[in-house]
């Protein structure tokens, strides 16, 4: 056998006995699972709910988060991981490093399915059930926008909601890595609000001053709503 074929033969031969690892090594990692508690329904809602958390929480295409603390927030055991994460993963939208399938990083993409689809959308449309949390059409010049919980005000939740319009108020005059952040943290914040989810709403809140700590003069009314440091 001459050297070329020789080199050719080893090529193959190591990329079928990895191929073959890969293929025993996800076999063995989904008979371990443990059942989904997720309906089917949910699914397509919370695939896309993971998948841009992870592109939120990375700092780009190919950049490690690990989501070990996320999915324990959210209650989803492995198996839901699993299922909901299967069609990101299916699609290369998203990648998993090393055994633990703890941490995900998007691909180049996934990262450019995100900002196409995510990164860059201008409005919220959101409502609650009776009783619940209300932010209604907020980047329309003519929005209103209400917060509560048993048709009862909340002085906090009316400031995250002057917060969210802050937000986007300072970012048509920001840079545009700026603006899409900006744009980002309120539509998480919106919907954290909508949830009645004060975990999030204080996650979200971290994110918002971080920008604040490196963005320019253009977030002024952001920063008089919330002082570094907040919350």
């Known amino acids: 056998m001459k050297n070329g ?18 293929a025993a090594r996800n076999w063995f990692y989904h008979w371990r699972l443990p059942p989904s508690t997720i309906l089917r329904s949910q699914v397509d809602h919370l695939e896309k709910v993971a998948f841009r ?22 209650g989803w055991n492995r198996g ?5 994460l ?34 860059l959308a201008d409005s919220v449309n959101i409502s609650a059930s009776a009783g619940g949390f209300v932010a209604a059409n907020i980047n329309s010049a003519h929005a209103v926008a209400q917060s509560g ?8 939740d009316v400031s995250h909601r002057h917060l969210v319009e802050a937000l986007r108020t300072d970012a048509r005059a920001a840079e545009p890595a700026e603006a899409v952040r900006a744009h980002e943290y309120a539509d998480d914040l919106a919907e954290a609000v909508q949830e009645e989810n004060p975990a999030r709403v204080d996650r979200i809140l971290g994110r918002v001053n971080s920008l604040l700590a490196t963005a320019a003069s253009a977030f002024s009314l952001t920063r008089g709503l919330l002082p570094p440091g907040s919350p």
């Open 5 to 22: 074929e020789f080199v050719i033969t080893l090529v193959l031969l190591v990329l079928v006995t990895y191929g073959c690892f890969r």
């Open 53 to 74: 958390e992870i592109c939120r929480m990375a700092k780009g295409p190919v950049s490690d988060v690990d989501m070990r603390g996320y999915f324990d927030e959210q």
């Open 86 to 119: 299967a069609e990101p993963l299916k699609h290369k939208l998203i990648s998993v490093r090393g055994w633990s399938r703890s941490v995900y990083f998007p691909t180049r993409r996934g990262w450019s399915e995100y900002r196409k689809r995510f990164m």
């Open 149 to 156: 919980y048993g048709h009862q005000a909340d002085r906090h």
């Open 80 to 84: 839901d991981v699993a299922l909901i």
